[in-house]
C-alpha cells in the first residue's frame, strides 16, 4: 500500500489508450465480424451462455429487462419505408467491444474494470462493488449485472444442471457486474501452454466460443498484432486502424468501398471490434 | 426593518431556547412518531433488496440507476442550505440569518447521512463498500482516483466532517448556556462534555470567532466542490443528456435552490412545534422566501442554459433525449419539475404571499418536489433513450421497494433532525443575542439588559 | 485450474473405453459442486477429485475430448464434447465430420441441458390410475412380455422417429420377433412433399444441393439456414457462396409467404400468396423463354402478368429474376417445406424443381447423393402420413399394444386427429421417454432413457452432406440416473425375451454393436487393421468415413400431369391463411425444456419464452390490433390465443404461430409457455403423397380485448437505427470485395 507504488504505477495503469509509444506486445486480442455472413442464427450467443455459465433468467425477469446475454444478436429493418422487408433483416452481434479508452473503466469507483496488456477489458468480479457505473457509460450497454442471486436460484441452476458449469468460469453472485471477456479463459489457457513451450500463441490456437460455434464462420478473433493472424489481415485490408477515431478511408465526401467500420468510433472509444457492413446484390 | 424585537431580554432567549428542548407542542411528537414509521419501511425494504437482490428495485439493464441516485442527489443538494446560511451569509453579514442557521446546518449534517446511506442501499454489493475507500489493504489496491463516484465519497466524507465540526464548533456557547441552565442529569452531562469548557472569556470569544470564520471560508468552496463532483457524475459521462458542461453549476444552483426551499419548510415547523415565534419571524421568513426566489430564478436560467446548449449542439442523441423528455414516457414528471421548479416560484414573487404561512409551506414542498423529480428527469430519460436504441426502454417505473426507501429516508432524516431539535438548541442563542445586543447599543442608557449576560 | 485447449484426443494411449468409463464412474449427485461462489471453498472439496488411483491420462484440471454424435435433430453432426472430472461441460462441433466440419448450432450446444435436465424420467413408471408408480426394470420387461402374450402382430402398433444405424437393425429385428410389420415412422415436420417431388423430378428423395458452387440461390420457402435438412452444412455451404468461387458474391432470392431466417438473409425478398410458389417458378420458366418440348408446352398459360396476379410478384421482378438467371450460372432452385404444407404441395415442389432442368444445373449444383452401402443401417425417414395411418388405426380399436419411441404424437398432432382420444383407445401404451411429455402420460408404461450424451449408438442421417459416413454415438460421461438405459439396451432386452438364442451373445447394446462394427469392419474401411485398434480408431474419430458410389440421377424433367390449382375462394368465415412458423431452435416442441433455447430470442421477433401471432401492419391497421393484443386465432378445428406482434414479413392475407410452445407436460421450462398451434391444424392432406397439408389450415383472427407487454430482446426502438450508425449495408455496386481476406 505505498504511495510508490500507487504514483508508479498509476500511470501505466491509467495511461491514455491507445498509445504509439506503448504498443501493445506480443499481444492484442481483436474480431472482426462479418455481417454479410452472419445469419443471425443466435448459435454464437448460446455457446456463449454454455461456455461463460451464464443465468437464464426466466420470462418475468427477461420482461424487466434483466437479462444476461454477453452476445446479443439484434435485427434491424431496412428503413425504406416499403411494405415489405424486400431485402431481408439486418443481424448484428453485439458484445463487449474491448474499447481501447473504455468508457467504463474510468468511472469504476473501486477499480475493478481495468485494461490488460494483452488489449482486454478486465472486469474483476470479487473487487466490483456493483456501483453499475461502468453500465451507465457504456455507450452500447453491454454490460450486464447480477440483479439476483443467480447461483442459489433452483430455478436457474437446479442441481443437476450445475454440473454443466464451466469450472474454469466463476459463477457470479447477486450484486456484480459481467460482460464478454473474448473467453478470457480460454486465451489464458491457450497462453500458459504456449509459454511452457516457449513462445506466443499462434493463429488458430485458440478460439472465442462464439467463434468457435458460428457455422458461417463470420467471427474472425486473434491478436491484431501478429501478422500472420486473419484478424490483423481483416484490419489492414479494410484500412481500420485502432487508434483513430476517423479512419483515413473515411475522409472522402463519397465514402469507401471498403466494408470494415466500428460501431460508435466518433465518441472514441476505440473498440477493439470491427464490423464488415452487409452486401445486398443491386442487381435484382 | 427589524427582524426580531429589539427589546427581547438576554435571559428571556435562554428561557424561551431552553424550553423548547423540553416541552415542544404536540406536533412534535407526531411527527416523530411517523418519521419512524417511514424509517421503518426504509429499513425493511432494504433488508429485502439486501437478501435478494438488486433486481427487486426493477432496475434493468440500461436503466441501471433509478431512485436511488436521484434521491441521493436530492439529499446533497439539501444539505446546501446550512452551507448557504451559516457561511455564505455569514460573509455577507445578513444578520437576519442568525436565528435560522443552527437549524439549517444541522439540516446540511443530516442530509449528507442520508445522503451517505443512499450510496450504500444503491450498490450492489453493500457489505462492500468499504473497497471505495483507500485503506491498507493485503492486495495493495487504491480504489480508482479517475472515477466520480470515488471524487463524490471523498468529498462528501469530507463535507460531512466539516459540515459536523462547523456545527459543533457553532454550538458551544450554547452548549454552555444549555450546560449552565439545566439540571442535573444526563443532559448536563451531555451539555458539559460538548461544551469544552467554554467560559465566554474575551480570549475565548476571539479564537472562536476567527475559527468560525475560518471554518466558513473552509466550507463555501467545499460546499460548491461538493456538488459539482456529484454533477460531474454525470457531466463526466458522455451519455446523452448528461456530457453537459453547465451542470456543476445547475447543479449547485439547483441545491441552493432546494435548500432554500426545505428551510422554508423547517422553518415552518419547528416555529410553530417549539413557539420560536419571536426569532423565526416573519420578517426573516420574507427574506428567506426573497432569496429562494432569486435563486429559482437562476435556476430557471441554468435549466434554459441546458436545453439551448442542447439544442445548438449538433449531438443528435442529446436532443433526441431533450425531445423525449418533454414528449416521451416520463412527460408528465418532466413538465411536472418545470411547473413546480419555475412557475411555482413566481408565487414568491407577490408581497402577500410572502408572509402567508399556508401558502409557503405548500409551494416549498412544491419546490422540493420539483427539485427532486428534477434529478429523476436527469436520469431516467438519458437511460431508456440512450445513444444505441436496441436497449430503449421506455417501460421501466420504480418498484415499490425503491419508493419504500425514498420515502423512509425522508423518515431517517425527519428522525435525526427531531431528535437534534429536541437534544440541541435549534435556534442560535448567542447569535440572537447578538442581533438583539446590535440593537440595544442604540437603547437609552437607562434601560440596561436583564440579568444573564452571555 | 486451466484447461489446456491444445488436448484433444488422446491418440497412442489404449485407451480400454470400460475401464475408463469404470474409472469415472461417480453419478451425478456426488458431482454437484459447491464451486458456485456461495459457499466455502472447503465444502465439497473431497468430491474434487474423486479417485485414489486415477489413471495416468486423467489429470483434474485438464479436460479431455470425446466425439459423438448430436440428436437434437437428425442432421448429424458430429460433436466433440468437453469433458473434465468426468462431467460433460460443452459441446463443439467435430472437425473431422463432413456435415458440420467442426460447427455447432444453438440447438446442439443446448444438447448439454437435454442431458442435466432436471426433468428427465428416472425410474421405470406403471400407471394406477392417474398416478404413475416406480417399478424396476425386471417388472417392466415381464409385463410388456405379459402384455404382448397371445396378441397378433397386427394389433401391435410401434410409432417412431426417423431411425437409422444398428437401433433400426435392432428395432426390426424386433418387431419381426413379434410377429408385427405396423412400424410408424412419424415426424411432425419432414420434408416428405420436398422428397415425392424430388422423386419425380431428379430420381432421389434428397439429391446433394451444392449451394458452394451456385452463383444465384432461388429458394422457395427453404429454410436452409436455420431449420431445413442440415442447417449446419448449408450454413458453411451458404458462406462460401457469398464469397463466391471466382470472387463474385452469390445472390440469395427467398420467393416465401413469410419470411424464415434464410429469408432474412436473402438478397431479394419475395412475397407471395400462400401456395402460389409452383405459379411462380412457372411463370419464371415461361420469362426464361429457354425452355422446350414438354416444359414449354406446360408454362404457355403461365405468362408474367397472369403470374403477377396470381402472385402478387411483379412483372419486373419476375424479370429481374429471369434475367438474374440466366447472367449467372451455375445457379440453384430449392424447394422447401414452405412450399410443400398445400394439398398441391407436392406438386408445388415439382414445378420447382422444373427450373433446375431449365436452367441446366441438374449435375452441377444438384449432385447425386452417395448411395447407403449398407441399406439395413440407411435411416427410415419420418413422415406424417404415417400418424395418420396410425391414428385411423387407433381410432378403430384396432391395436391392443402400442409402443412409442422419440415421438410426442399428443402434441405435436394436428388437432383435427384427436390423437389423445384415439390413443386411449390402445389396450396397453408402452412409452420409452426422455421425458414425462404429453405422450408419455398417457401411456400405461414409462421407460426411462439414456440422454444422447449416455448412449451408444451409430447413426446416418437422411441427407449425406458430404459423402458417406457413418456417425458413431458414444457416451460423454457415466449415466447421470442409476435406472436410466439406452433404448438399444430395451430392444435387446425385449428381442431376448423371443429370440434368446440369436442375441445371447450379446451381453449388451454396446457388445452388439461392437461386434457388428468389427464384422464389417472391411466395408467400413478398416482393411487389415486388427479389433481394437479400429474400433478405438472410430470412437476417437466418431465417424466413419465410407467409401461409396453415387446414386443415380435422373435428367428427365417431370412435367407430364403437373396441375397447380387456379386461385380459390376465400371463406368468409376463415379469410386469413395460417402458416404454423419453424424455428431453429424449437422445432416440434422437443427441446421446449431446455431453457437455453427459450431464452434464446427469435432471430426475427427477438421474442423469448412465449408465442406470438405474426401479422402484417397494413392487416392490423386494417383490424385495429396493436402489438401486445391478446388475439384469438380460430380455425375449423380450434382456437388458440396470443399476443400480436406486428411483422412486415408476411403475406398481409396471412397469420403465423411458431411451433413447439405451448406444452402442458414436458417439465418446468416447457409448461405453461405459449401456444401449441399443432392444435388447431385441419386434417386436410396433399393429394399426391397423403401427408398433412400444414398450411392449408384457414383462420380468423380476433381480438380479445386483453393487452401484455410482449417479452422480447428488441428495445422500445423496433428495429430502428434512430439515424445512428449501427448496422451498416451497402449494395454489391458500392463495394469493391476484390481485396477481402
Known sequence: ?284 | ?454 | MIDSGSIKQLAGHPIDRRDFLKVLGWSGAAVALSGCGNTSVEDGKETVVSYVEANDYMIPGVGVYYNSTCAQCDAGCSINGRVREGRVLKLEGNPDSGINKGKMCGLGQAGVQDHYNPDRVREPLLRNGAKGETITWEKAYALIAEKLNGVKGEEIAFLSGGVSGHLKVLLGNYLDSIGSKNHFVYEALSPAGVRAANLKSYGVALPRYRLDKAKVVLSFGADFLGSWISPMHFSQQYAQFRKGADGQRGVLIQVESKMSLTGANADRWLVVKPGTEGVLALGIIHALGTASGEIAELVKAYDRVTVSKATGVSVSQIDKIAALLKLRSPSLVLAGSAVEGYAHGAQNAIAINLLNHVLGNVGKTIEAPVAVPFPQLAPSVGNTASLKALNDGLAAGRYKVMFSYATNPVFTAPGAFKFKDSMAKAGFKVAFAHYLDETALQADLVLPLDSALEDWGTQIPEYLADGMQLNIQQPLMEKLHANTRSMGDILLALVKQRRVEDYKGFEDYYAYLRSSLLQNKGALGAGGSDDDNFWNEALTKGILKIASSAAMLSDRAAASGLQLPKAEEVDAKFPMHFIPGVTASMRDGRHANQPWLQESPDPLTTIVWDSWVEIHPKKAFELGIAEGDIVEVTSKTGSIKAQAYLFSGIHPEAVSVPLGRGHEALGRYAKGFGVNPFGILDAVYDKETGELAMHETRVSIKKTGARVLIVKDEGAAGGLQMGRKIAVSKTTDQVDLSEEV
Open chain 2, 1 to 454: 426593518m427589524k427582524d426580531i424585537r429589539e427589546d427581547i431580554a438576554w435571559a428571556k432567549i435562554n428561557q424561551d431556547v431552553m424550553k423548547s428542548l423540553e416541552n415542544p407542542r404536540r406536533l412534535y411528537w407526531v411527527i416523530l412518531f411517523v418519521a419512524i414509521c417511514a424509517f421503518g419501511v426504509g429499513v425493511a425494504c432494504e433488508i429485502y433488496q439486501y437478501r435478494t437482490g438488486m433486481g427487486v428495485a426493477n432496475l434493468n439493464n440500461p436503466q441501471v440507476w433509478g431512485l436511488y441516485i436521484a434521491t441521493f442527489i436530492f439529499w446533497i443538494g439539501m444539505s446546501h442550505s446550512g452551507t448557504l446560511l451559516s457561511a455564505i451569509l455569514h460573509l455577507m453579514h445578513a444578520d437576519w440569518r442568525k436565528p435560522i442557521y443552527r437549524f439549517a446546518e444541522a439540516m446540511t449534517t443530516f442530509s449528507l447521512m442520508t445522503a451517505g446511506l443512499f450510496v450504500m442501499v444503491h450498490i450492489g454489493r453493500l457489505w462492500q463498500f468499504y473497497y471505495s475507500l483507500p485503506y491498507p489493504n493485503e492486495r495493495g489496491i487504491w480504489p480508482n482516483f479517475q472515477s466520480p463516484l470515488l471524487w463524490d465519497a471523498m468529498a462528501i466524507f469530507t463535507y460531512l466532517s466539516s459540515s459536523i465540526l462547523f456545527l459543533f464548533v457553532g454550538m458551544i456557547p450554547d452548549l454552555a448556556i444549555a450546560r449552565d441552565n439545566m439540571a442535573d442529569g444526563w443532559r448536563k452531562k451531555l451539555y458539559t462534555l460538548l461544551a469544552l469548557g467554554w467560559e465566554g472569556t474575551d480570549r475565548q470569544w476571539r479564537n472562536f470567532r476567527v475559527t468560525y470564520l475560518t471554518i466558513a471560508c473552509f466550507l463555501i468552496p467545499l460546499a460548491v466542490s461538493v456538488h459539482s463532483i456529484v454533477a460531474s457524475d454525470f457531466a463526466m459521462s458522455q451519455a446523452p443528456g448528461w456530457h453537459v458542461t453547465s451542470f456543476p453549476p445547475y447543479f449547485v444552483a439547483g441545491a441552493l435552490y432546494s435548500g432554500c426551499a426545505a428551510i422554508i419548510t423547517l422553518f415552518i415547523i419547528l416555529r410553530y412545534t417549539f413557539r420560536f415565534e419571536e426569532y423565526m419571524t416573519k420578517s426573516i421568513l420574507k427574506k428567506i422566501v426573497r432569496l429562494t426566489f432569486a435563486i429559482a430564478m437562476i435556476w430557471t436560467y441554468l435549466n434554459a442554459v441546458e436545453f439551448a446548449a442542447v439544442w445548438y449542439s449538433h449531438d443528435e442523441a442529446s436532443k433526441a433525449v431533450l425531445i423525449e423528455k418533454a414528449t416521451g414516457t416520463y412527460a408528465p414528471f418532466w413538465w411536472g419539475m418545470i411547473f413546480c421548479g419555475s412557475v411555482v416560484p413566481l408565487v414568491f414573487a407577490f408581497e402577500r404571499f410572502q408572509t402567508n404561512i399556508p401558502v409557503l409551506f405548500a409551494t416549498s414542498l412544491l419546490l422540493n418536489l420539483g427539485m427532486w423529480l428534477e434529478r429523476w428527469m436527469i436520469i431516467a430519460p438519458t437511460f431508456s433513450h440512450g445513444i444505441y436504441p436496441w436497449t430503449w426502454d421506455h417501460d421501466q417505473w420504480p418498484s415499490m421497494v425503491q419508493w419504500g426507501m425514498v420515502f423512509g429516508s425522508f423518515g431517517w432524516f425527519t428522525l435525526l433532525f427531531m431528535i437534534f431539535c429536541k437534544v440541541f438548541p435549534s435556534v442560535s442563542m448567542y447569535e440572537v443575542k447578538e442581533m438583539v445586543y446590535h440593537r440595544t447599543l442604540h437603547l437609552k442608557k437607562s434601560e440596561t439588559a436583564e440579568q444573564g449576560a452571555h
Open chain 1, 1 to 284: 500500500m505505498s504511495v510508490s507504488n500507487l504514483l508508479e504505477n498509476w500511470s501505466q495503469f491509467r495511461h491514455a489508450h491507445p498509445v504509439d509509444d506503448k504498443p501493445h506486445d506480443p499481444y492484442k486480442w481483436a474480431m472482426s465480424i462479418d455481417l454479410d455472413a452472419c445469419t443471425g442464427c443466435n448459435a454464437c450467443s448460446i455457446a456463449c451462455y454454455a461456455e461463460n455459465n451464464i443465468p437464464v433468467v426466466g420470462k418475468e425477469r427477461f420482461q424487466h429487462g434483466q437479462q444476461m446475454h454477453w452476445m446479443r444478436i439484434e435485427r434491424y429493418w431496412d428503413e425504406d419505408g416499403r411494405d415489405f422487408p424486400d431485402q431481408g433483416a439486418q443481424f448484428l452481434p453485439m458484445m463487449c467491444q474491448q474499447c481501447e479508452a473504455a468508457p467504463c473503466e474510468t468511472v469504476c469507483p473501486v477499480a475493478a474494470t481495468n485494461h490488460t496488456a494483452d488489449g482486454l477489458n478486465s472486469q474483476i468480479y470479487n473487487r466490483c462493488v456493483g456501483s453499475r457505473y461502468c453500465s451507465a457509460n457504456c455507450p452500447f450497454k453491454v454490460r450486464y449485472f447480477n440483479w439476483y442471486d443467480y447461483p442459489t436460484d433452483e430455478a436457474v441452476w437446479p442441481a443437476e444442471m450445475r454440473q454443466q458449469l464451466n469450472p474454469d468460469v466463476s459463477v457470479r453472485s447477486k450484486g456484480v457486474m459481467e460482460k464478454c471477456t473474448f473467453c478470457v479463459q480460454r486465451l489464458s489457457a491457450a497462453k500458459s501452454v504456449a509459454k511452457s513451450e516457449g513462445r506466443i500463441v499462434r493463429e488458430g490456437e485458440v478460439q472465442t466460443a462464439c467463434q468457435q460455434s458460428c457455422p458461417t464462420g463470420a467471427i474472425s478473433f486473434g491478436n491484431l498484432v501478429d501478422p500472420e493472424s486473419r484478424v490483423h489481415k481483416q484490419w489492414q485490408a479494410q484500412r481500420v486502424e485502432l487508434d483513430k477515431d476517423k479512419q483515413a478511408k473515411d475522409e472522402h465526401e463519397e465514402g469507401t468501398d471498403l466494408r470494415g467500420y466500428r460501431i460508435l468510433e466518433e465518441l472514441r472509444p476505440y473498440p477493439s471490434v470491427m464490423y464488415l457492413e452487409r452486401v445486398r446484390e443491386s442487381a435484382v
